[in-house]
Nanobody
Framework: QVQLVESGGGLVQAGGSLRLSCAAS??????VGWFRQAPGKERDFVAA????????YYADSVKGRFTISRDIAKNTVYLQMNSLKPEDTADYYC???????????????????WGKGTLVTVSS
């Protein structure tokens, strides 16, 4: 089992920044990712990182604005979000998976373990 706890969500004006954190515990994960779900919409992939190699993969909609990173000592993954837009408003979920699949696989199929989410609201 993997336990994931997100933090860092909140209200920010368009053009602003937020940093989300995901603290992981339990069994080790191969990859950790961020997904988001806006009201009335399906869950979308945002970004993912391979824990050991630091390899990253991003959705086109956030490329160049968001950065995913990890702190091995703290067992924590971060999502730095810059140049936020109102359309970034959503519940953001941290996810993890022990399987050594490609990040594109996880982007399309999700991961095995999920946090409870943190709300990000971007005002115009």
């Amino acid at each position: 089992q993997v336990q994931l706890v997100e933090s860092g969500g909140g209200l920010v004006q368009a053009g602003g920044s937020l940093r989300l954190s995901c603290a992981a515990s339990g069994r080790s994960s191969y990859a950790v990712g961020w997904f988001r779900q806006a009201p009335g919409k399906e869950r979308d992939f945002v970004a993912a990182i391979v824990w050991a190699s630091d390899y990253t993969y991003y959705a086109d909609s956030v490329k160049g604005r968001f950065t995913i990173s990890r702190d091995i000592a703290k067992n924590t993954v971060y999502l730095q979000m810059n140049s936020l837009k109102p359309e970034d408003t959503a519940d953001y979920y941290c996810a993890a998976d022990p399987r050594a699949y490609s990040l594109t696989y996880f982007a399309h199929n999700g991961m095995n373990y999920w946090g409870k989410g943190t709300l990000v609201t971007v005002s115009s």
